[in-house]
């Protein structure tokens, strides 16, 4: 079944691209009519040659510099507004994100009735050979840390921006709730989960060209780690205390009490012993054992009911 060029959507986010832009929106075109480019305050201009593609073209320039993520917002707001876009895909201005994939992302959107749709460079082999070892460590560390804020434990390479989304469920989300920096595809899948929104991924290469990234590598985990604890928390809060209290939420509440309890209990004994240089009686010692053990247990459990609870692929 072929693609309807109509239905789709492209938004280009654009910052000192301006050697691959033009390459990027011809590859698009192929599949799609209607691209939104958002020039983010970019020092580099976009070349005058994009002129010719006016018709197919729309160009948004911001005033001020407001990041991948808000641009690419930006440029969601705009095609939200066309009532014949269906689903909306996100691509890079550089030329690292090979279009041919565009029909692997739209299909299982319009056909099997997916929410989301990304890729995932990991799962080719080759092509991560060739990732440079720096944004390889990153994306794996970063990516284990995606899945327990997240939820979305079947999901890796949180942070590829290549992407497509439905229309109805992008329209679901608080876009302020979304990040405007590089966090901004993370926080993405984030909001999605409270739709249960199904997501699927496909292997496919990244291109790794001359361009130079203007990602601080390794300031990445730092700023990433932050962001990911507040979405954790905020999705423990939301999805076991305040829109369902289940079996998880018991896990969570006792496996705390009781672990932190044979903590406390263990350390209070084992100084008022130690303090008259008295050992600390057997039973004391396992009644402390216990309770962390079963605490733990129950955290355990926890996390094995929060990884079953992951909006699974059909």
Request: with cysteine; hydrophobic share 45%; aromatic share 14%.
């Amino acid at each position: 079944m072929g693609l309807n060029k109509q239905q789709i959507g492209i938004v280009i986010p654009y910052f000192n691209a301006s050697k691959h832009i033009e390459a990027v929106v011809q590859k698009a075109l192929q599949y799609s009519n209607t691209i939104v480019i958002v020039d983010d305050k970019s020092p580099e201009v976009l070349p005058e040659s994009l002129h010719q593609f006016k018709n197919t073209v729309t160009v948004l320039n911001e005033s001020e510099n407001l990041g991948v993520g808000g641009a690419t917002k930006k440029g969601f707001l705009h095609l939200q507004s066309l009532p014949d876009i269906k689903i909306i895909i996100k691509l890079d201005a550089d030329d690292q994100m090979d279009t041919a994939y565009i029909p692997q992302l739209v299909e299982p959107i319009e056909q099997e009735g997916y929410s989301f749709v990304k890729g995932n460079r990991f799962r080719d082999f080759r092509a991560l050979k060739n990732m440079p070892w720096s944004r390889r460590f990153g994306n794996l560390f970063l990516s284990f840390l995606s899945k327990v804020a997240t939820g979305y434990w079947n999901c890796f390479d949180f942070n590829n921006g290549f992407f497509a989304i439905s229309k109805n469920s992008l329209k679901l989300i608080d876009s302020n709730k979304v990040a405007n920096n590089y966090f901004f595809e993370t926080s993405l899948i984030a909001e999605l989960y409270y739709q249960k929104a199904k997501i699927k991924e496909i292997a496919m290469p990244a291109i790794y060209g001359e361009e130079t990234s203007n990602m601080k590598v390794f300031q990445m985990p730092f700023l990433f780690s932050i962001n990911l604890l507040k979405k954790f928390i905020s999705r423990i809060w939301k999805s076991y205390f305040v829109y369902d209290f289940n079996i998880g939420t018991l896990y969570i509440v006792f496996g705390h009490l009781l672990f932190f309890a044979g903590i406390i209990y263990g350390g209070i004994n084992w100084y008022h012993y130690a303090s008259k240089d008295i050992l600390t009686p057997v039973g004391t010692i396992m009644i402390s054992t216990l309770l962390i053990i079963l605490g733990f247990q129950l955290l355990l459990q926890a996390i094995q009911f929060d990884i079953l609870n992951t909006p699974k692929e059909k």
